[in-house]
T-cell receptor
Framework: DQQVKQNSPSLSVQEGRISILNCDYT??????FLWYKKYPAEGPTFLIS?????DKNEDGRFTVFLNKSAKHLSLHIVPSQPGDSAVYFC????????????FGPGTSLSVIP | EAGVAQSPRYKIIEKRQSVAFWCNPI?????LYWYQQILGQGPKLLIQ????????DSQLPKDRFSAERLKGVDSTLKIQPAKLEDSAVYLC?????????????FGPGTRLTVT
């Protein structure tokens, strides 16, 4: 039972263009949403988050959008850089237990110079 | 600030053998997590400690997996006996506290191959 879904296993984008990574969730109890980034042979690192009371959160080149009615969120990276090439995990936590993070399967992003 | 340390980085064992992984969290972090990441999947929580007490071990296969955090700092995760399906990366993470959202900091992981 996959509660957090990332239906695109991989994505290729030209340097300088926008990267859009999508994520869907099924559990209506999820209240806090996160994106983690993972380079090979390293652990995931936190990138950006959004609370369910917001629909957008921006941090530099990274913006996360949340559509609660559709149970959908997306991560936009503008402009994309070769150093952004990594696996991106979408994750979510329920209000009752914010430290219970449920991860999606990840999307591998390749930014082509 | 030193990050989360894990060892070994890689381990290859035969099925039915035992293996142990070690984790040293970021200094001062009360909460420690062990995750299992199977190839092509996201990390899945196995066990969560708050100081030296277990907060959640509901997804830990207790017939073969065990974990401890005796002094509330370092932790070990053991598998005995290992099965082929235990091949995965085992990630340790730590955070300042529990309750409310606190960023989890991950170590580099231990890649286990069971043959």
């Amino acid at each position: 039972d996959q509660q957090v879904k990332q239906n695109s296993p991989s994505l290729s984008v030209q340097e300088g263009r926008i990267s859009i990574l999508n994520c869907d969730y099924t559990n209506s109890m999820f209240d806090y949403f996160l994106w983690y980034k993972k380079y090979p042979a390293e652990g995931p690192t936190f990138l950006i988050s959004i609370s369910s009371i917001k629909d957008k959160n921006e941090d530099g080149r990274f913006t996360v959008f949340l559509n609660k009615s559709a149970k959908h969120l997306s991560l936009h990276i503008v402009p994309s850089q070769p150093g952004d090439s990594a696996v991106y995990f979408c994750a979510a936590s329920p209000k009752t237990s914010y430290d219970k993070v449920i991860f999606g399967p990840g999307t591998s992003l390749s930014v082509i110079p | 600030e030193a990050g989360v340390a894990q060892s070994p980085r890689y381990k290859i064992i035969e099925k039915r053998q035992s293996v142990a992984f070690w984790c040293n969290p970021i200094s001062g972090h009360a909460t420690l997590y062990w995750y299992q990441q199977i190839l092509g999947q996201g990390p899945k929580l196995l066990i969560q400690f708050q100081n030296n007490g277990v907060v959640d071990d509901s997804q830990l296969p207790k017939d073969r997996f065990s974990a401890e955090r005796l002094k509330g700092v370092d932790s070990t995760l053991k598998i005995q006996p290992a099965k082929l399906e235990d091949s995965a990366v085992y990630l340790c993470a730590s955070s300042l506290a529990t309750g409310g959202w606190h960023e989890q900091y991950f170590g580099p992981g231990t890649r286990l191959t069971v043959t």
